[in-house]
């Protein structure tokens, strides 16, 4: 039986977010979201060290927002999961779906036994002596910390029906925009692809996903933030977590001492430089296809002049990204300021449930 209905869970390193859509029309309506912080440390570098804490953030999630279900499409997100893209002789979907551990083992730096495999068939290719090749995408996530991360949930009696890779996630709400069909890549003369980046920045990790028209061609999970910056504030000024946190907001409108804005203007360049290191990356591939556009989402994405400041790195038009155009709103009960807000924080999870839809 199709559900009506379902629920996308996001675990970040700051709050625990979900959202919910109404599948019954197209686009899904959003029914309900909310999310609840994190006290500082249970998830470090979207990892959760403290499932104890987590469990019960989770609990008070579904209660102050009104889940009915507890069944998620739950993300993950972190050092501890390996995406590659590899070549193989072609063979049929199912055949390496049973042999899957066995066909990929060399691919990847942990052993087979400790990680839970999935993969996503590319396209099909021929080979230097014509023979049939394809390319596929390998996810391995260390078992580890899927079973944290599944006992987290099961403290708060939430039972995922899948497990979903957040770069994914976030491609399903990011990467349909239709203008993006629109944008032509000039002054080149070899036809290629045009490939549109979506980077979400989070607190601990920023998510990079390059695509083609829904194909992903490069994923990348980067441990930079927010919470750098924060952090870095906190130590350099000697507050608390929460103070640092409310100077950096505050820079965006005020002034908030020189020591404080160099320290935020010093962190802030790093996390660029990372994401543009690895957007430099993806377009130094042979093959790349031309990148047309970056869309930018996460709350780190809103320290002060960052899209802006990344589109002048990459060279590369930079925009906030608008996940709420993918769905109907529902009654949220959100005021247009609080809506706007929760804009830059639910491409994860609307994703994770656009995921479900069958
Ligand atoms: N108005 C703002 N100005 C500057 N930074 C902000 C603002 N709002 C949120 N942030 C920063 O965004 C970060 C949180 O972003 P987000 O909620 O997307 O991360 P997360 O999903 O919890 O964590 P992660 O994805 O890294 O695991 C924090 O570092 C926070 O300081
Ligand atoms: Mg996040």
Sequence with gaps: MGRNSVIGLDIGTSAVRAAELDLRRNPPTLVRFGQVMLPPGAVRDGEILDELAVGEKLAELWKRAGFKSKRVAVGVSNQRVIVRQVEMPWMEESDLAQGLAFQVQ????????????DFQILEEFAGPDHERMMRVLLVAAQREMIETLLSALRRASIRPDVVDLMPFALMRTLGTSPEFA???VLGDDAPRGVAEAIVDIGAGVTNIVVHEHGVPRFVR????GGQEVTDALATALGTGFEEAEMLKR???FEPVGAEAERIIEDRTKSVIEEV????DYFCAQPEAAQLGRVVVTGGGGRIPDLVSRLESATGVPTEIGHPLAQVRLGKLGLSPDQLAEAEALIACPVGLALGERR
């Design 106 to 117: 060399d691919h990847l730096p942990i052993p087979v036994e400790d990680a839970i495999l």
């Design 182 to 184: 629109q944008i032509q």
């Design 221 to 224: 999970i980067l441990v930079a």
């Design 250 to 252: 505050q820079a965006a």
């Design 276 to 279: 543009r290191g690895s957007l």
